[in-house]
């Protein structure tokens, strides 16, 4: 599992498995500001969560930041 945070939008990303390149994912919404990524067989591929540090879920320590 790989986890990303972009500081510019406070967007925490967690991706649980890569697929390929074209591979159409379904999204679904658990809340107003966090989705879950599922691949054509519907497991789940990732997850996102809007205003990440916000919330107060954010591990600083335990993320990889994207360049804005």
């Given at each position: 599992?790989?986890?990303?945070?972009?500081?510019?939008?406070d967007?925490?990303?967690?991706?649980?498995?890569?697929?390929?390149?074209?591979?159409?994912?379904?999204?679904?919404?658990?809340?107003?500001?966090?989705s879950?990524?599922?691949?054509?067989?519907?497991?789940?591929?990732?997850?996102?969560?809007?205003?990440?540090?916000?919330?107060?879920?954010?591990?600083?320590?335990?993320t990889?930041q994207?360049?804005?």
């Open positions: 599992m790989k986890r990303f945070y972009a500081k510019d939008t967007t925490l990303m967690f991706v649980f498995r890569d697929v390929s390149a074209g591979e159409e994912l379904d999204h679904v919404d658990l809340d107003d500001d966090t879950l990524e599922l691949d054509c067989d519907g497991y789940p591929v990732g997850l996102t969560i809007e205003f990440a540090k916000k919330r107060g879920i954010l591990p600083e320590h335990a990889e994207i360049p804005a």
